[in-house]
T-cell receptor, first 112, second 114 residues
Framework: GDSVTQMEGPVTLSEEAFLTINCTYTATGYPSLFWYVQYPGEGLQLLLKATKADDKGSNKGFEATYRKETTSFHLEKGSVQVSDSAVYFCALSYSSASKIIFGSGTRLSIRP | DAGVTQSPTHLIKTRGQQVTLRCSPKSGHDTVSWYQQALGQGPQFIFQYYEEEERQRGNFPDRFSGHQFPNYSSELNVNALLLGDSALYLC?????????????FGNGTRLTVT
């Protein structure tokens, strides 16, 4: 079946450091891929998405590229801020009418 | 414009009891999905409602049931609560039309079963 695997946390970085959170997926078809973010005490928010191979999703300085050949969708940011501290979830889905399959989440903490 | 609202925010129940959680979707959204997020885990899909019917269901026992009302709001019911049902329950809404329309999540209901 379909699944998402992401790097375990917690990840702790200093402000302005480069961020990579690895995500790989297993899919029977051609899903869309997502990164969701969960700030403390809040629900999930869509951070970025990519709907087909080689698409790059980007938002708030974060980027991820849909790599079909490596079944990956790694999240990157060139310079993190304290406000980026949150839990990040990689996910896949086939349509808005379909369920979303989430990874287990990666907690990110940024030191000032 | 209110987003997805869930009630209550926190709830404590005893094993064997029953619980009802409520969700109001974002304005203009007619599809509601429910997810269970155990501590330290990603959300797991419970089921989805559209036009007052359960359209999809994840791998959850029949103790988990739901309902959608004509105004698109939804309830999640869990019977015969187990300790393992302790989790954050998230409601998400989306419009039926619009391929790949993103889900909008509520802040969740934290259920603790003792």
């Amino acid at each position: 079946g379909d699944s998402v695997t992401q790097m375990e946390g917690p990840v702790t970085l200093s402000e302005e450091a480069f961020l990579t959170i690895n995500c790989t997926y297993t899919a029977t078809g051609y899903p869309s891929l997502f990164w969701y973010v969960q700030y403390p005490g809040e629900g999930l928010q869509l951070l970025l998405k990519a709907t087909k191979a080689d698409d790059k999703g980007s938002n708030k300085g974060f980027e991820a590229t849909y790599r079909k050949e490596t079944t990956s969708f790694h999240l990157e940011k060139g310079s993190v801020q304290v406000s980026d501290s949150a839990v990040y979830f990689c996910a896949l889905s086939y349509s808005s009418a379909s369920k979303i399959i989430f990874g287990s989440g990666t907690r990110l903490s940024i030191r000032p | 414009d209110a987003g997805v609202t869930q009630s209550p925010t926190h709830l404590i129940k005893t094993r064997g009891q029953q619980v009802t959680l409520r969700c109001s979707p974002k304005s203009g959204h007619d599809t509601v999905s429910w997810y269970q997020q155990a501590l330290g885990q990603g959300p797991q899909f419970i089921f989805q409602y559209y036009e007052e019917e359960e359209r999809q269901r994840g791998n959850f026992p029949d103790r988990f049931s739901g309902h959608q009302f004509p105004n698109y709001s939804s309830e999640l019911n869990v019977n015969a609560l187990l300790l393992g049902d302790s989790a954050l329950y998230l409601c998400a809404s989306s419009p039926e039309t619009g391929e790949n329309s993103p889900l909008h999540f509520g802040n969740g209901t934290r259920l603790t079963v003792t």
